[in-house]
């Protein structure tokens, strides 16, 4: 059996209106969760922080970790959390970062990560909220030819 090569650690961050943080990559112009790779030895916490800390400028703290999922493609393991803001001020932009925003999670941007919405519809469904059925195929299709090109 192959182990997992990398692994990724994401975080759900919910305001009091219950809209959700996202930011837009610099690599490429897609919306994403807050989070990255985790460096050898980190805790995946401990990287899902650092990560929406140097990505938004927010300090968060780890509610729940909401599910695994496994990318084969990638041979990569991406962990995802729900998280809150504990301090910090959101940046409008950073190093990794084209910018941040906050959206209603009924109404998540047409161009983003794969597989993402419906990661953030599983934590919607884990909250009781009514999830929204989106189609990401090609999307996955788009990015991946963009990918390539680069």
């Not at 990794?96 to 009924?106: C, I, L, V």
């Not at 934590?123 to 990015?143: C, N, P």
């Amino acid at each position: 059996m192959n182990s997992i090569a990398t692994a990724g650690c994401f975080s759900i961050i919910k305001n009091n209106e219950g809209n959700i943080l996202l930011v837009k990559r610099r690599d490429y112009p897609i919306w994403d969760l807050p989070g990255g790779r985790a460096d050898p030895g980190e805790l995946l916490e401990g990287c899902a922080v650092r990560e929406a800390e140097e990505e938004t400028g927010c300090c968060i703290k780890i509610a729940a970790k909401i599910g695994e999922y496994h990318l084969a493609d990638e041979n990569d393991m991406q962990h995802i959390y729900s998280a809150e803001q504990v301090g910090g001020e959101l940046i409008a932009q950073g190093p990794e970062t084209a910018q941040t925003g906050w959206f209603d999670p009924k109404k998540l941007p047409l161009l983003m990560v794969p597989n993402r919405k419906r990661q953030i519809r599983d934590f919607l469904s884990a909250e009781g909220m009514v999830k929204e059925s989106v189609k990401t195929s090609y999307i996955v299709k788009f990015l991946r030819a963009v990918i390539r090109n680069k």
